[in-house]
C-alpha cells in the first residue's frame, strides 16, 4: 500500500504518516475561534490574541477529551496556524497547556486559502481512511464552505459537521457565514455536547454530567466577563444560531440556558451595526 506522508505533528514530534486501513473515527477541530479565543474577523483584536496562550472557550477542553475518550482508537487533528509563525507557535503552546487530548497538528498555509485546506484535509482521509468523521470550527473564515465541500467527496462515509456561530453573515464589518442545512451551529460548549450525545458520538452519563456542570459555569462566566476562560465573547454575533434541543424530562437543566442565549444572540445592542 503506497505511503502517504504530511506535515502532521503527533503530540509535539513531526512524523510521517503511513496510510491506514483503519474504519476508526476521526476528529478534525479548528483552533482558531473554535478552542482559542482569537477574534480572527478583527484584524485589530486579533493582534491582541496572538500573544495570548491562555483566552479559551470554557468546557472544549473537557467536551474534546469526553469525545476521544468514547472510542479510545480515535484520531484527532488539530487544524492550526504554520507552526514556524507566531500564531501557530502560540497555538501549540495553547493546546499543551490547556488540557487538550494528545492530536496531530496539521498546518495549512493561509486562513483564506479554500484549496488548499481541503488538500490537506483530503491527504488526511486517505491516510486514515475514517467511517466517521466530526468537523468542528466556526462560521467567520473557511470552515463552513471547506466542510460542506469534503463531506460531499466522501459519501460513503458518515460526517457530523459543527460550526461555532460568533459571526453574523448580516454584519458589515465581521461578516460571517449561513450554515448549510446538514450544518449544526452551536454558541457554547454545551449545545454541542447535547448534539453529540443525541448522535451517541459520547458516554451518556457522562456528558449529562458536564452538560450541567458547564450550564452552570456559562451562565456565571457571563455575569463576570473579565475572564481568561469564556462561554460567550462579548465579540459574538449569534443571531443566526438556532436552538434544536429540548430542554424537557431529563434535560430541563438546559431551560435556562436556552433562554440566556436567546436574550444574549437576538436581543443584545452588539448585533446593532
Not at 507557535?89 to 487538550?100: A, D, G, I, R, W
Not at 488548499?116 to 482521509?125: D, G, S, V
Request: net charge negative.
Amino acid at each position: 500500500m503506497a505511503t502517504i506522508f504530511m506535515s502532521l505533528v503527533l503530540g509535539f514530534s513531526s512524523v510521517g504518516l503511513a496510510s491506514n486501513s483503519s474504519s476508526n473515527p476521526l476528529v478534525v477541530v479548528t483552533v482558531e475561534d473554535t478552542l482559542k479565543l482569537s477574534h480572527s474577523l478583527n484584524f485589530w483584536d486579533s493582534l491582541n490574541y496572538v500573544h495570548d496562550s491562555e483566552s479559551r472557550f470554557l468546557g472544549m477542553n473537557k467536551v474534546l477529551n469526553l469525545l476521544v475518550s468514547y472510542r479510545p482508537a480515535t484520531s484527532l487533528i488539530y487544524l492550526t496556524e504554520p507552526s514556524e509563525l507566531l500564531a501557530g507557535s502560540v497555538q501549540v503552546e495553547f493546546l499543551k497547556k490547556n488540557s487538550f487530548p494528545r492530536g496531530h497538528f496539521l498546518s495549512y498555509k493561509e486562513a483564506t486559502d479554500v484549496s488548499h485546506r481541503l488538500e490537506i484535509l483530503r491527504n488526511a482521509m486517505a491516510i486514515f481512511k475514517p467511517a466517521k468523521v466530526v468537523l468542528i470550527g466556526h462560521n467567520g473564515g473557511v470552515d463552513v464552505e471547506v466542510f460542506q465541500s469534503l463531506a460531499q467527496g466522501y459519501p460513503e462515509v458518515e460526517f457530523y459537521q459543527y460550526l461555532h456561530v460568533l459571526y453574523s453573515p448580516n454584519s458589515q464589518d465581521e461578516a460571517g457565514h449561513f450554515l448549510s442545512p446538514f450544518q449544526r451551529g452551536y454558541v457554547t460548549a454545551v449545545e454541542l455536547l447535547i448534539d453529540l450525545q443525541q448522535k451517541r458520538l459520547v458516554e451518556a452519563n457522562a456528558s449529562t454530567k458536564l452538560a450541567k456542570e458547564l450550564t452552570r459555569e456559562i451562565l456565571f462566566k457571563d455575569s463576570n466577563p473579565e475572564s481568561k476562560v469564556v462561554g460567550i465573547p462579548s465579540f459574538a454575533k449569534c443571531e443566526v444560531f438556532i436552538w434544536s434541543w429540548d430542554v424537557l424530562n431529563r434535560f430541563s437543566f438546559l431551560a435556562p440556558l436556552k433562554e440566556h442565549l436567546s436574550k444574549r444572540c437576538y436581543s443584545s445592542p452588539a448585533y446593532e451595526n
